[in-house]
């Protein structure tokens, strides 16, 4: 062998293949079976963003019907009693929504079609009013720096990203402090709102638009899902296209990968010290440690219902902790322009489910 392949070899095997120390007994990968908990409203479909309110356990679902045309569409924001029962819903008509989160008697939501952040009552019906709180702008540029990727050989790729200028306001998430982190999936930025839950007028300022937040991935959504860690000394972040978990120190980072091979990564979640990452394309919620190792693995695709709605996990988006219980919205969204080459395209119906949160004990040591 030619001494650059040896030290190729070597470099690469360096990059891929850790050498840990004997442990003194097995590990198991946890591995938790869902159930349905609700089914939404007959031509209601595709539930994307979930909260739970803490004040009374209620959940909040939002829509992501971004069919074509625009008169097909039916988003509405509904909301659900701890038990699962339909409390109220409020139309969004042909405007998709995406992130939710439950604040000080307030339900917020990321207008995906205005590229908007709007509030309404924590207990809202169909009569509520919608408050516009922020707007989203294209930036300047509209996309971030190229990418770089060293190679084994010593060679190097440049990734560069386009982008029309569209503000894609995703995933989002509230610090102690009431100030509001929000992902721009289209754009590779990550905003913050400084005290947006009483800021008036509110301003939007540019946290991060490091080149890890674009994609050039099947998956056309970068940075997607928020979370912090418990003292909020990290930012984590979802790339739904390259299926990457990836950690932005606070206040100013830099970006780095904490995890890779978690295709679709969307929604997430931080609770008992694991990352909660919805895996749309694996059909799975994966339970994350910091240093980035999955703990557990909650649900898979078993197929469709009689009643046309997805069984177990089927494009999932978002999750909620609700007492002892993870809600899932199955997203269940169709993606390709093919016929005939999704489970999606069979659903008729839409779903949440839920899973039952492992106690530390079932998970294990570290």
């Known amino acids: 062998m030619q001494p650059f392949l040896r030290m190729a070899l070597a470099a690469l095997l360096s990059m891929f293949v850790p050498v840990h120390p004997a442990r003194a007994a097995d590990q198991e990968l946890l591995r938790l079976a869902v159930e349905t908990f609700v089914t939404l409203p007959d031509g209601v479909r595709y539930p994307e963003g979930l909260a739970s309110n803490p004040r009374n356990g209620d959940l909040i679902v939002g829509t992501f019907d971004a069919r074509v045309p625009e008169s097909a569409r039916n988003n509405q924001l509904l909301r659900y009693s701890a038990q699962g029962r339909l409390l109220a819903h409020k139309s969004f008509g042909p405007m998709p929504l995406t992130g939710i989160a439950v604040a000080d008697g307030k339900v917020y939501v990321l207008n995906f079609g205005a590229s908007r952040l709007q509030r309404i009552d924590a207990e809202f019906t169909a009569a509520s009013p919608v408050e516009d709180v922020v707007s989203f702008q294209a930036l300047e540029p509209p996309m971030p720096a190229p990418r770089r990727v060293a190679n084994p050989d010593g060679s190097e790729d440049r990734i560069g ?203 294990g040591p570290p």
């Not at 721009?184 to 905003?191: K, L, T």
């Not at 991935?217 to 390259?242: K, S, W």
């Not at 978690?262 to 008992?272: K, N, Q, R, V, Y």
């Open 161 to 363: 990203f386009g982008s029309s200028g569209f503000a894609a306001p995703n995933g989002m998430v509230f610090d102690k402090a009431r100030n509001l982190y929000i992902s721009d999936s289209f754009q590779g930025a990550i905003y913050r709102i400084e005290g947006a839950t009483t800021c008036t007028p509110c301003t939007v300022d540019v946290v991060s638009r490091d080149p890890l937040l674009a994609t050039a991935g099947a998956l056309p959504f970068g940075a997607n899902g928020l979370a912090f860690n418990a003292d909020e000394t990290q930012l984590y972040v979802n790339n739904a296209g390259d299926g990457r978990l990836l950690r932005l120190p606070m206040p100013s980072g830099p970006m780095s990968v904490v995890a890779e091979s978690l295709p679709g990564a969307d929604g997430l979640l931080f609770h008992d010290g694991l990352l909660w990452v919805a895996a749309n394309q694996a059909d799975v919620v994966l339970g994350v440690d910091e240093r980035g190792l999955t703990r557990v693995r909650a649900g898979e695709f078993r197929g469709i219902s009689r009643d046309g709605a997805p069984r177990g996990l089927l494009f999932p988006a978002s999750t909620a902790v609700q007492g002892p219980w993870m809600v899932v919205t199955n997203l269940a969204l169709p993606l390709t322009p093919a016929v005939g080459d999704e489970w999606e395209e069979q659903v008729g119906r839409w779903n949440l489910v839920r899973f039952r949160l492992p106690t530390r004990r079932a998970i």
